[in-house]
């Protein structure tokens, strides 16, 4: 309750404070009435002049504090008896320290100070009654009470203005955070979104140039060799199956109900069953190894598979008939170099149709800190060779 009534009390300075300044209106009036009975009126209309500014006194707070000062200045001229509405003075010395720019602040202390003295020699150098020096003692003594009353408002003012300061540098660091928070979100979704479009357009890509392959092949078998044509469409099948399989996997995390599908995602080791998946599917493929095989993180060995089979998916789309294919893992010192290499029509292949064959496999290598260079070869058919390193560099 005490936060909320708070938070509607900042939210409408005016209000508030027009209230406050309308509350001292009617108090320095109603016992204004008896004090000056000699200057009833001028007194009553000077103190309406010092308190109201009191309104505006943080939505406008330089205008306000010229207005009182203005105000007291008219009454140390007209008026004989010290007012209590020049309670609007310390009151205005703090709105100044705390709410006015720089140059204001000094100036709301300075001019404190002398109002102070001012005060001191109009109002309260005849305290005491007696010899010279009893008058002046009077005087010092009400100008350093006084002075202590600027000075403590003023000060008061300043940790209210430091207050504040800190409460806005916290509220912009937490927009700031905020802001970042909203702006990772959407990176790590945009990168999610590309990493599930890349495995989607390998997965889906590569079993439909597979199918197609296998039903090209069985669909010309099935008139001289049944026997083929059942193979291809068991081929059909099984790649079908498997198709569907790694969709529900990568699908899986997109489900909003909790229950996720994981299954062991495809390595270095599961080259060899790819390659022989594609030569069953008619393609002429040769698979060639250099080296021992070293440890590769599991990122790695999913990007040089997902590049093979981008390869030989394009190799089954573009290099045309009675192609012949090479893929080459070589394990060096430092990295994993894979190449997949055709004879067949070579330009042609640089892309799938829609560009995001070539553009998905490099995205792929630059990943995990690698390159990727692919292009038609000299003499014919085409070629992709990618680096992978065994440890990115930091």
């Known amino acids: 309750m005490v936060e909320r009534v708070s938070r509607r009390l900042r939210a409408h300075p005016f209000a508030v404070d027009a209230v406050v300044a309308g509350l001292l209106v009617l108090v320095c009036l109603a016992l204004g009435t008896s004090t000056y009975p000699s200057q009833p009126g001028t007194a009553a209309l000077v103190s309406l002049a010092l308190l109201v500014p009191l309104a505006w ?24 008896d010290f007012l209590l509405a020049n309670v ?26 002398l109002g102070a003295l001012l005060a001191a020699f109009r109002y309260f150098g005849g305290v005491y009654i007696g010899s010279s020096t009893d008058l002046i003692r009077g005087t010092v003594f009400s100008a350093v009470a006084i002075g202590v009353l600027v000075l403590a408002t003023w000060a008061l003012g300043d940790l209210k203005r430091s207050r504040l300061q800190r409460e806005q540098a916290l509220r912009e660091r937490a927009d700031l955070l905020e802001l970042e928070r909203d702006q990772e979100m959407r990176l790590a979704a945009g990168a999610e979104r590309a990493r599930i479009a890349r495995e989607m357009h390998d997965v889906v890509a590569h079993s439909l140039s597979v199918v197609i392959a ?42 909003e109900d909790g229950v996720q599908e994981f299954a062991p995602q495809p390595d270095v080791a599961a080259i060899p069953g790819l390659v022989e998946d594609v030569r069953r599917s008619g393609l002429d493929v040769d698979l060639i190894t250099e080296g021992q095989p070293v440890e590769l993180a599991a990122g790695s060995q999913l990007a040089a598979y997902r590049i093979v089979q981008e390869s030989l998916t394009n190799v089954l789309k573009h290099a045309g ?54 292009g038609p070869r ?17």
Do not use: C
């Open 88 to 113: 609007a003075v310390p009151v205005m010395v703090h709105a100044l320290a705390a709410y006015a720019p720089r140059p204001w602040r000094k100036a709301g202390l300075v001019l404190g100070l």
């Open 378 to 394: 000299h003499g014919g058919g085409f070629g992709v060779h990618a680096v992978l390193p065994y440890r990115q560099a930091r």
């Open 57 to 80: 006194r943080r939505t406008s707070t330089v205008r306000a504090a010229v207005a009182v000062l203005g105000a007291g200045l008219v009454e140390v001229v007209l008026v004989s």
């Open 214 to 255: 296998q039903a090209d092949g069985g669909r010309y078998a099935g008139r001289t060799d049944p026997a083929a044509a059942t193979g291809a469409l068991e081929q059909i099948a099984a790649t079908g199956r498997q198709a569907l399989t790694d969709m529900r996997s990568l699908l899986g995390v997109l489900r």
């Open 321 to 374: 008939p009675a192609s012949r294919a090479w893929v080459r893992l070589q394990w060096r010192a430092q990295a994993l170099e894979l190449s997949v290499l055709d004879d067949g029509r070579g330009a042609s292949a640089a892309t799938d149709g829609a560009g995001n064959g070539v553009l998905g496999m490099r995205e792929r290598a630059q990943l995990h800190g690698g390159r990727l260079e692919a």
